[in-house]
C-alpha cells in the first residue's frame, strides 16, 4: 500500500527550508525523526527511515502514518498517537520489522506540537536501543554473576562460622609488621571478647594464659618467625568473662612475594571438654584398675575381626599361667589350649550371642593353667563392644577354685545339717509316737485311782496328775504334729466351721489353766455369723497354741483377749491379745520358725520346744489363711492375728 501511494503521487517539498542546514544536520542523527499533522499526514521524515523502512524520509511526506506502520503496529500506536493529539508528551518501546524482516528494538517519543494552545501535530522521535538492550542484558547478566558470587561466599562464610562454631575454633591472622590482627566470630567467643571491638595486640594477649604458657607460646610464635616452622601446642587459658579452661593452639607462617615471612595465621580450638572428658576417663581406667586389682579380676577383649585375644592386665595372665609375651593370643588356638574340652562350646555359644549392647554373657567353667597345667574353675563374664570396629567383645575373669572348693564344702555341710535336722524331727516324732503309747494307761489308770479312792489329798493328787498327763498328752500331739507338718501329711476336713464356736470350744479347754494362772480371761465375740472351709479341731488346735502362749508368757493378774471380726477385705479375723511381756524385736523376724523359743521366765512353768507358733501358722496356711504378730504398747504386750477366707470368694 505505502508502494502504491508513494508511487501515483507527485513529489512535495518536505519543508520550507528543505534545502536548508538544519534538516541537514537532521539526516545525519541515527534516529528516526518525522512531523505528522493533527491528519496524521507525514510532512517531514529524515533519511533514518530509508534505514529502517527502506523507504527515503522525502518519500514519506503526505503519506498517512497507518500506511507506513501496517494496521498491526498502527492499532498498537494508536492509544499513544491519540495522547499526543492530546497535548500528552509520549514515550513506549516497540519491537519494529525492517525491511530485512529484523526486529528492532525501538524507543519511541511523540512530542505534542502546540501552537496558541492547539495540538498542530506532533514530532515523532525513534531510536534503536537494541544496542543498549543487548548491553542491560550483559550487564544483568555480569551482575547476577557477581551477585551469585557474592552469595556463594557469604554462604561460604556462614558455613564456615558455623563449622567454626560447631568445632568451637577460632582463627586469627597476625601482620607482623603492623601488629595487627583479624580474628574470626568464634575466637571472640573463646576469649569472652565483643565481636565488635578490635582484637588486642600481641602482647596484651599475655592476660589470657598462666605465665608459663605465655613463655611457651612467645618462644613458639618467635621460633615461627625465624624459621618458618609451625607450632602446635595446647594452654591453660582464662578468659575476660571470667572462664578458664584449655585450648589447642596452631600456627604458621605466611610469606610474601620476596619470600619474607609477612604475618602468622593458625586456630585456636577450645579443649576445656575433651580435656575434663579425658582426665575423667583416665581416672574411671585407674578406678578400673584398682577395682579390678582389689577383685583380683583380670581383663580382656576379643576382636572378632583379627580373631585376637587380648589379655589386658597382669592379673589375667596369671590366672590364666601366660606369659607376658603372649598378651595377644590367637582366640581358636588359645581357646583350645585354655579351656576344658567340655566347655569350649560354652564360650564359643556365649561370645556368638553377644550382638547387642544388652546382651551379657556370665559363665563358670574349667581351664588348665598353661604355666603347670593346673585344672583351675573361673568365672568369665563378657558384653558387646559398640566402639569395636568388628563388634568386638570385652570381659573379665576371675579364678573362683576357692569359692568352688569351699561352696562345695559348705553344701556338704548343709546337706549334712538338713539330714541332722530331719533326723532330729523323725527322733521327736518318734518320741512322741512312744510316750502317747506309755501315757495311754498312765491317764486310764490314773483315773481309775480318782474313782476308787476316797481319801481328799489322793484325789487332789491325781487332779494334779491328770492336768499333768493331758499337758504332756498334748505337747507329745504338737511334737507328732510337726512331723507331719514338715512333710506335708496333715490332712484337713473342708466342712462349714462358726468361728465364734471354735473360740468357745477353744476357751472351754484353756480356761481352767488361764484360772490357775491368775489371768482374766475376756471374750468378744462378732455378731455376725462368720463362716469358714477348713477343718474344726485344727483350729481350735491353733487357737489353743496361741492362748497357752499368752498364758505362759503373762505375768500372774495378767490379762487375755481373745475376739472375732471381719476384716476390710471380707475375711474373718480371730484375734488374741496379752499383757505379757511381748516378743524381743530380735526374735520377731522368726517368731513362727520351728524351735524358736521366747525368753524363759520365772513365773512360767513350761517354756515350751518351740513348736506352737510353728503348727499355728502351718495349719492356718493350709487354710489359706494368715498369722501376724506384732507388740502393743498400751498395754504392754502380744497380740496375734489370723486371717482366714470365707470360702464364699
Same mark, same amino acid.
Given at each position: 500500500? $505505502?508502494?502504491?501511494?508513494?508511487?501515483?503521487?507527485?513529489?512535495?517539498?518536505?519543508?520550507?527550508?528543505?534545502?536548508?542546514?538544519?534538516?541537514?544536520?537532521?539526516?545525519?542523527?541515527?534516529?528516526?525523526?518525522?512531523? *505528522?499533522?493533527? =491528519? %496524521?499526514?507525514?510532512?517531514?521524515?529524515? @533519511?533514518?527511515?530509508?534505514?529502517?523502512?527502506?523507504?527515503?524520509?522525502?518519500?514519506?511526506?503526505?503519506?498517512?502514518?497507518?500506511?507506513? %506502520?501496517?494496521?498491526?503496529?498502527?492499532?498498537?500506536?494508536?492509544?499513544?498517537?491519540?495522547?499526543?493529539?492530546?497535548?500528552?508528551?509520549?514515550?513506549?518501546?516497540?519491537?519494529?520489522?525492517?525491511? !530485512?524482516?529484523?526486529?528492532?528494538?525501538?524507543?519511541?517519543?511523540?512530542?505534542?506540537?502546540? #501552537?496558541?494552545?492547539?495540538? +498542530?501535530?506532533?514530532?515523532?522521535?525513534?531510536? !534503536?536501543?537494541?544496542?543498549?538492550?543487548?548491553?542491560?542484558?550483559?550487564?544483568?547478566?555480569?551482575?547476577?554473576?557477581?551477585?551469585?558470587?557474592?552469595?556463594?561466599?557469604?554462604?561460604? +562464610?556462614?558455613?564456615?562460622?558455623?563449622?567454626?562454631?560447631?568445632?568451637?575454633?577460632?582463627? *586469627?591472622?597476625?601482620?607482623?609488621?603492623?601488629?595487627?590482627?583479624?580474628?574470626?566470630? +568464634?575466637?571472640?567467643?573463646?576469649?569472652?571478647?565483643?565481636? $565488635?571491638?578490635?582484637?588486642?595486640?600481641?602482647?596484651?594477649? +599475655?592476660?589470657?594464659?598462666?605465665?608459663?604458657?605465655?613463655?611457651?607460646?612467645?618462644?613458639?610464635?618467635?621460633?615461627?618467625?625465624?624459621?618458618?616452622?609451625?607450632?602446635?601446642?595446647? %594452654?591453660?587459658?582464662?578468659?575476660? &568473662?571470667?572462664?578458664?579452661?584449655?585450648?589447642?593452639?596452631?600456627?604458621?607462617?605466611?610469606?610474601?612475594?620476596?619470600?619474607?615471612?609477612?604475618?602468622?595465621?593458625?586456630?585456636?580450638? =577450645?579443649?576445656?571438654?575433651?580435656?575434663?572428658?579425658?582426665?575423667?576417663?583416665?581416672?574411671?581406667?585407674?578406678?578400673?584398675?584398682?577395682?579390678?586389682?582389689?577383685?583380683?579380676?583380670?581383663?580382656?577383649?576379643?576382636?572378632?575381626?583379627?580373631?585376637?585375644?587380648?589379655?589386658?592386665?597382669?592379673?589375667?595372665?596369671?590366672?590364666?599361667?601366660?606369659?607376658?609375651?603372649?598378651?595377644?593370643? &590367637?582366640?581358636?588356638?588359645?581357646?583350645?589350649?585354655?579351656?576344658?574340652?567340655?566347655?569350649?562350646?560354652?564360650?564359643?555359644?556365649?561370645?556368638?550371642?553377644?550382638?547387642?549392647?544388652?546382651?551379657?554373657?556370665?559363665?563358670?567353667?574349667?581351664?588348665?593353667? @598353661?604355666?603347670?597345667?593346673?585344672?583351675?574353675?573361673?568365672?568369665?563374664?563378657?558384653?558387646?563392644?559398640?566402639?569395636?570396629?568388628?563388634?568386638?567383645?570385652?570381659?573379665?575373669?576371675?579364678?573362683?577354685?576357692?569359692?568352688?572348693?569351699?561352696?562345695?564344702?559348705? #553344701?556338704?555341710?548343709?546337706?549334712? $545339717?538338713?539330714?541332722?535336722?530331719?533326723?532330729?524331727?523323725?527322733?521327736?516324732?518318734?518320741?512322741?509316737?512312744?510316750?502317747?503309747?506309755?501315757?495311754?494307761?498312765?491317764?486310764?489308770?490314773?483315773?481309775?485311782?480318782?474313782? $476308787?479312792?476316797?481319801?481328799?489329798?489322793?484325789?487332789?493328787?491325781?487332779?494334779?496328775?491328770?492336768?499333768? /498327763?493331758? =499337758?504332756?498328752?498334748?505337747?507329745? &500331739?504338737?511334737?507328732?504334729?510337726?512331723?507331719?507338718?514338715?512333710?506335708?501329711?496333715?490332712?484337713?476336713?473342708?466342712?462349714? /466351721?462358726? /468361728?465364734?464356736?471354735?473360740?468357745?470350744?477353744?476357751?472351754?479347754?484353756?480356761?481352767?489353766?488361764?484360772?490357775?494362772?491368775?489371768?482374766?480371761?475376756?471374750?468378744?465375740?462378732?455378731?455376725?455369723?462368720?463362716?469358714?472351709?477348713? !477343718?474344726?479341731?485344727?483350729?481350735?488346735?491353733?487357737?489353743?497354741?496361741?492362748?497357752?502362749?499368752? @498364758?505362759?508368757?503373762?505375768?500372774?493378774?495378767?490379762?487375755?483377749?481373745?475376739?472375732?471380726?471381719?476384716?476390710?477385705?471380707?475375711? /474373718?479375723?480371730?484375734?488374741?491379745? &496379752?499383757?505379757?511381756?511381748?516378743?524381743?524385736?530380735?526374735?520377731?523376724?522368726?517368731?513362727?520358725?520351728?524351735?524358736?523359743?521366747?525368753?524363759?521366765?520365772?513365773?512360767? @512353768?513350761?517354756?515350751?520346744?518351740?513348736?506352737?507358733?510353728?503348727?499355728?501358722?502351718?495349719?492356718?496356711?493350709?487354710?489359706?489363711?494368715?498369722?501376724?504378730?506384732?507388740?502393743?504398747?498400751?498395754?504392754?504386750?502380744?497380740?496375734?492375728?489370723?486371717?482366714?477366707?470365707?470360702?464364699?470368694?
Amino acid at each position: 500500500m $505505502l508502494e502504491q501511494t508513494l508511487a501515483g503521487k507527485k513529489s512535495m517539498p518536505c519543508l520550507a527550508i528543505a534545502n536548508g542546514f538544519p534538516l541537514r544536520v537532521l539526516d545525519q542523527v541515527s534516529s528516526m525523526l518525522a512531523y *505528522w499533522d493533527k =491528519d %496524521l499526514t507525514c510532512k517531514y521524515a529524515n @533519511c533514518a527511515y530509508g534505514q529502517w523502512f527502506g523507504i527515503d524520509g522525502k518519500d514519506l511526506v503526505g503519506v498517512h502514518i497507518s500506511e507506513l %506502520l501496517g494496521p498491526k503496529i498502527f492499532a498498537l500506536n494508536s492509544p499513544f498517537i491519540l495522547g499526543a493529539l492530546a497535548g500528552q508528551p509520549q514515550t513506549f518501546e516497540r519491537l519494529i520489522p525492517g525491511p !530485512d524482516g529484523v526486529l528492532r528494538n525501538s524507543l519511541a517519543r511523540y512530542h505534542p506540537d502546540i #501552537s496558541d494552545g492547539i495540538v +498542530q501535530g506532533f514530532v515523532v522521535e525513534v531510536t !534503536d536501543v537494541g544496542p543498549i538492550k543487548v548491553l542491560e542484558a550483559a550487564l544483568r547478566e555480569e551482575i547476577g554473576m557477581k551477585e551469585r558470587a557474592l552469595r556463594l561466599l557469604e554462604n561460604r +562464610q556462614r558455613a564456615l562460622e558455623t563449622a567454626q562454631e560447631m568445632g568451637n575454633i577460632g582463627s *586469627w591472622l597476625w601482620e607482623v609488621e603492623s601488629d595487627v590482627s583479624t580474628w574470626s566470630t +568464634q575466637l571472640y567467643r573463646i576469649f569472652g571478647l565483643n565481636p $565488635l571491638e578490635l582484637p588486642p595486640p600481641l602482647a596484651d594477649c +599475655q592476660r589470657f594464659y598462666t605465665p608459663a604458657g605465655w613463655t611457651a607460646l612467645q618462644a613458639a610464635i618467635f621460633s615461627t618467625l625465624a624459621h618458618g616452622l609451625p607450632y602446635e601446642m595446647q %594452654l591453660e587459658f582464662f578468659a575476660a &568473662d571470667g572462664r578458664s579452661g584449655w585450648i589447642e593452639v596452631k600456627g604458621q607462617a605466611q610469606r610474601g612475594t620476596d619470600e619474607l615471612i609477612t604475618s602468622l595465621f593458625g586456630t585456636v580450638q =577450645d579443649i576445656t571438654l575433651t580435656k575434663r572428658q579425658s582426665a575423667a576417663l583416665q581416672n574411671q581406667a585407674q578406678r578400673l584398675e584398682l577395682a579390678l586389682a582389689a577383685g583380683d579380676i583380670g581383663s580382656w577383649e576379643w576382636d572378632r575381626g583379627s580373631g585376637n585375644i587380648v589379655w589386658e592386665n597382669q592379673r589375667a595372665l596369671d590366672i590364666l599361667g601366660i606369659e607376658n609375651s603372649r598378651r595377644i593370643s &590367637d582366640a581358636k588356638s588359645a581357646l583350645t589350649e585354655l579351656i576344658h574340652v567340655d566347655d569350649v562350646a560354652l564360650i564359643y555359644d556365649g561370645i556368638a550371642s553377644l550382638q547387642s549392647e544388652q546382651h551379657r554373657m556370665h559363665l563358670k567353667i574349667r581351664i588348665f593353667r @598353661c604355666s603347670d597345667h593346673a585344672m583351675r574353675w573361673v568365672e568369665v563374664t563378657a558384653k558387646y563392644n559398640p566402639s569395636s570396629l568388628h563388634k568386638g567383645v570385652v570381659g573379665t575373669i576371675s579364678d573362683i577354685s576357692d569359692q568352688i572348693k569351699a561352696y562345695e564344702a559348705m #553344701s556338704g555341710m548343709i546337706q549334712s $545339717l538338713k539330714q541332722a535336722e530331719s533326723n532330729k524331727t523323725d527322733f521327736l516324732a518318734t518320741l512322741g509316737h512312744e510316750l502317747k503309747n506309755f501315757l495311754a494307761p498312765i491317764s486310764v489308770g490314773v483315773q481309775t485311782l480318782s474313782i $476308787l479312792s476316797q481319801d481328799s489329798e489322793r484325789a487332789r493328787v491325781s487332779a494334779l496328775v491328770m492336768r499333768q /498327763v493331758a =499337758d504332756l498328752t498334748r505337747l507329745v &500331739d504338737d511334737v507328732y504334729d510337726v512331723r507331719r507338718l514338715s512333710h506335708g501329711q496333715i490332712s484337713l476336713e473342708h466342712n462349714q /466351721v462358726d /468361728v465364734n464356736l471354735v473360740v468357745r470350744d477353744a476357751v472351754e479347754l484353756i480356761k481352767s489353766a488361764i484360772a490357775r494362772a491368775g489371768h482374766t480371761l475376756h471374750v468378744e465375740l462378732d455378731a455376725s455369723d462368720l463362716q469358714v472351709v477348713g !477343718d474344726r479341731v485344727r483350729l481350735i488346735q491353733a487357737l489353743l497354741n496361741l492362748l497357752n502362749n499368752a @498364758c505362759k508368757f503373762t505375768p500372774s493378774g495378767g490379762r487375755i483377749d481373745v475376739s472375732t471380726s471381719v476384716a476390710d477385705c471380707g475375711h /474373718v479375723t480371730l484375734t488374741v491379745a &496379752d499383757t505379757g511381756i511381748g516378743i524381743p524385736s530380735h526374735l520377731m523376724p522368726a517368731i513362727f520358725d520351728l524351735y524358736v523359743q521366747g525368753i524363759p521366765t520365772t513365773y512360767s @512353768c513350761l517354756h515350751g520346744l518351740g513348736i506352737g507358733l510353728y503348727l499355728v501358722k502351718g495349719i492356718v496356711e493350709l487354710h489359706g489363711g494368715t498369722v501376724t504378730a506384732r507388740n502393743r504398747s498400751e498395754p504392754a504386750g502380744a497380740i496375734f492375728i489370723i486371717e482366714l477366707p470365707t470360702g464364699r470368694d
